[in-house]
Nanobody, 126 residues
């Protein structure tokens, strides 16, 4: 079965940095667009960032562009989210997700992703 396991979340002060990792198994990792999404209780899930199967295409929500960087290592079946200059409004549970047969226009749409991890909590204090 497909499994996505996030790690790297935690508590950090505003202006600090965290790097999230997502280890994938049970799928041909290099064939999937990999995305990061976040959710706060009471709000809908929000797209954060994604990276195409080759790594050539990256996508970011406007709210994180310039602060976050998504990358992948296909040899390790792992996708990363480097988060810099964190703000309290970045506080959320961050989820890793996998999207098969993706068009570039699909990468920002969370509902199209077929596999999801359990999430990792990121808390940014002021």
């Amino acid at each position: 079965q497909v499994q996505l396991v996030e790690s790297g979340g935690g508590l950090v002060q505003a202006g600090g940095s965290l790097r999230l990792s997502c280890a994938a198994s049970g799928l041909t990792f290099s064939r999937y667009t990999m995305g990061w999404h976040r959710q706060v209780p009471g709000k809908e899930r929000e797209f954060v960032a994604a990276i195409s199967w080759s790594g050539a295409g990256t996508y970011y929500a406007e709210s994180v562009k310039g602060r976050f960087t998504v990358s992948r290592d296909n040899a390790k079946n792992t996708v990363y989210l480097q988060m810099n200059s964190l703000k309290p409004e970045d506080t959320a549970v961050y989820y890793c997700a996998a999207l098969d047969r993706a068009r570039s226009s699909d990468a920002r749409t969370g509902g199209l992703y077929g596999y999801w991890g359990q999430g990792t909590q990121v808390t940014v204090s002021s």
